[in-house]
């Protein structure tokens, strides 16, 4: 009761405040950067790191959840390692006995699969979208390496392991208590981003297409008009009350809009400004982006970003 009322608290008080990139681990006691906390009844997370992933934070610098459905868990992302996957899975065993039957990969970046291989070995099935199956198989090893340099020792086990299963736009794994659906609403973030969606509940484990106490990155294969048309047609519609996006705590929509949407918006507006001026690549770079200034990874990837949304849209 603690658990679910401690989630109700950050639910209804989160605000960028709450996340700070300069804490690099906040569970010493487990590879896990935060111990999970109950959001609602039966639905967990494991907040990540809203810093860039290192070795302190383990890789765990996205959110890793679980829904205890009464028939078992399903687990939402595979996490960015074996042994860091392991973590999330002791921790959920001291929460229930029911056996993990499914987990999720929220889309096909490194720390949403790379703990597949943890998964895998204990028999468990593995399902994504089928573009973001696809990313992985082309992108994981690289990602494996990459992981294994920054995490050292911490990176022991882990290999790339493909989901078993993939689906197109939409798939019911509703079990037990829980009606649960798997939903690819469109272009945003990342090849084959998917969200999961509790409709009786009213919460979306939304995965990276919402953001609020990082920015959010923009990398080259980042369609940032369809993550705009995507979130006004398809995500915003589904009417959650809850949401816990795919980094930083969980939120309500009006959060994650303000800092995700609206963001996107706002940067595609300056960068449109440059276009129209005739200015180039270099003017994109450096276009004002101080309303967001105070978000974790600013630093990291405003710069970045500018860049790779005005490569883009000299071409749209």
Not at 56 to 62: K, R
Not at 64 to 80: K, Q, R
Not at 171 to 190: M, Q, T
Not at 288 to 302: C, N, S
Request: with cysteine; net charge negative; charged share 20%.
């Amino acid at each position: 009761m603690r658990t679910a009322l401690l989630g109700l608290v950050i639910l209804a008080c989160s605000t960028p405040a709450m996340a700070d990139q300069s804490i690099p681990d906040q569970y010493p006691a487990s590879l896990l950067y935060s111990k999970p906390v109950e959001v609602i009844p039966h639905v967990w997370s494991a907040i990540g790191a809203t810093a860039p992933a290192t070795y302190e934070n383990a890789g765990h610098n996205n959110n890793l959840s679980f829904i205890v459905t009464g028939e078992g868990v399903v687990v939402v992302n595979g996490g960015a390692a074996y042994l860091l996957a392991k973590a999330l899975h002791d921790e959920i065993k001291r929460i229930t006995d029911e056996p993990v039957i499914l987990v999720v990969n929220e889309n096909g970046q490194g720390h949403a699969a790379l703990g597949n291989s943890y998964w895998a070995e204990q028999g468990v099935p593995i399902i994504a979208h089928e573009d973001a199956v696809e990313a992985f198989d082309e992108s994981g090893y690289d990602s494996r390496d990459r992981h294994a340099t920054l995490l050292k020792e911490r990176a022991e086990g882990t290999d790339v392991v493909l989901p078993d299963e993939t689906f197109t736009d939409a798939k019911d794994v509703s079990r037990g208590r829980f009606e649960i659906k798997l939903l690819y609403l469109g272009p945003a973030h990342s090849p084959g981003d998917i969200s999961v969606w509790l409709p009786k509940e009213k919460l979306v484990i939304a995965g990276d297409m919402a953001f609020h106490e990082r920015l959010p990155p923009i990398f080259d294969d980042t369609n940032t008009a369809g993550w705009i048309e995507t979130w006004n047609d398809e995500f915003e519609t589904l009417g959650a009350l809850y949401v816990i996006p795919g980094h930083g705590h969980p939120t309500n929509m009006a959060q994650v809009r303000r800092y995700t949407h609206d963001y996107l918006i706002y940067l595609r507006g300056k960068v449109q400004e440059i276009i129209d001026a005739g200015d180039g690549l270099a003017e994109a770079y450096y276009v004002d982006q101080t309303p967001y200034e105070h978000l974790d990874t600013f630093k990291e990837l405003a710069t970045r970003n500018a860049g790779r949304v005005f490569e883009a849209m000299e071409f749209e």
